[in-house]
Protein backbone atom coordinates (compact mmCIF):
# COMPACT_ATOMS: atom_id res chain seq x y z
CA UNK A 1 0.00 0.00 0.00
CA UNK A 2 2.65 2.57 0.72
CA UNK A 3 4.30 2.09 -2.77
CA UNK A 4 0.79 2.98 -3.87
CA UNK A 5 0.75 5.86 -2.22
CA UNK A 6 4.20 7.19 -2.90
CA UNK A 7 3.32 6.56 -6.98
CA UNK A 8 0.53 8.62 -6.72
CA UNK A 9 2.02 10.98 -4.84
CA UNK A 10 4.63 11.55 -7.80
CA UNK A 11 1.79 11.08 -10.33
CA UNK A 12 0.04 14.32 -8.88
CA UNK A 13 -0.09 17.76 -10.30
CA UNK A 14 0.89 20.58 -7.82
CA UNK A 15 -0.34 23.83 -7.58
CA UNK A 16 2.24 27.02 -7.58
CA UNK A 17 0.66 30.36 -5.08
CA UNK A 18 2.26 33.19 -6.29
CA UNK A 19 2.08 36.18 -4.78
CA UNK A 20 1.93 39.87 -5.85
CA UNK A 21 1.93 42.82 -3.64
CA UNK A 22 -0.10 45.25 -5.33
CA UNK A 23 1.35 49.11 -5.57
CA UNK A 24 -0.50 51.46 -3.42
CA UNK A 25 -3.86 53.42 -5.21
CA UNK A 26 -4.34 57.42 -4.90
CA UNK A 27 -6.13 57.10 -1.86
CA UNK A 28 -4.11 54.99 -0.07
CA UNK A 29 -0.53 57.27 -1.06
CA UNK A 30 -2.51 60.60 0.53
CA UNK A 31 -3.19 58.83 3.71
CA UNK A 32 0.35 57.96 3.41
CA UNK A 33 -0.45 54.34 4.05
CA UNK A 34 2.43 51.68 5.04
CA UNK A 35 2.18 48.16 2.95
CA UNK A 36 1.38 45.11 5.46
CA UNK A 37 3.62 42.69 3.69
CA UNK A 38 7.43 42.44 4.95
CA UNK A 39 9.41 40.06 2.20
CA UNK A 40 11.43 38.49 5.02
CA UNK A 41 13.71 35.96 2.74
CA UNK A 42 13.30 36.30 -0.96
CA UNK A 43 15.45 33.25 -1.55
CA UNK A 44 12.95 31.18 0.14
CA UNK A 45 9.83 33.31 -0.87
CA UNK A 46 9.07 34.73 2.97
CA UNK A 47 6.75 36.84 3.81
CA UNK A 48 5.38 38.19 6.87
CA UNK A 49 1.72 40.22 6.64
CA UNK A 50 0.84 42.23 9.37
CA UNK A 51 -2.50 43.48 10.63
CA UNK A 52 -2.39 45.99 14.00
CA UNK A 53 -0.31 43.87 16.42
CA UNK A 54 -0.90 40.44 14.56
CA UNK A 55 1.56 39.25 12.21
CA UNK A 56 1.87 35.90 10.56
CA UNK A 57 4.36 34.08 8.10
CA UNK A 58 3.79 32.83 4.66
CA UNK A 59 6.01 30.88 2.21
CA UNK A 60 5.40 31.38 -1.48
CA UNK A 61 6.26 29.42 -4.79
CA UNK A 62 7.16 33.04 -6.21
CA UNK A 63 6.80 36.69 -4.64
CA UNK A 64 6.56 39.86 -7.09
CA UNK A 65 6.90 43.54 -5.43
CA UNK A 66 5.07 46.51 -6.09
CA UNK A 67 7.31 47.37 -8.53
CA UNK A 68 6.85 44.41 -10.98
CA UNK A 69 5.63 45.02 -14.31
CA UNK A 70 3.50 42.51 -16.06
CA UNK A 71 5.91 40.72 -18.45
CA UNK A 72 8.29 39.86 -15.25
CA UNK A 73 4.77 38.47 -13.63
CA UNK A 74 4.43 36.32 -17.03
CA UNK A 75 8.20 35.18 -16.72
CA UNK A 76 7.44 33.75 -13.18
CA UNK A 77 4.24 32.41 -13.26
CA UNK A 78 3.04 31.70 -16.71
CA UNK A 79 5.71 31.06 -19.30
CA UNK A 80 7.09 27.94 -18.52
CA UNK A 81 3.12 26.64 -18.79
CA UNK A 82 2.19 28.45 -22.31
CA UNK A 83 6.07 27.50 -23.70
CA UNK A 84 5.07 23.65 -23.67
Known amino acids: ?44 NSVCIRKDFDQKMFKYDTISNSNSCQVELFDKTAKEIIDV
Not at 8 to 27: D, S, T, W
Open 1 to 44: MKKENKELKENLERVAVHLRIRPFNQEEIQKDQSSPFEVIDETS
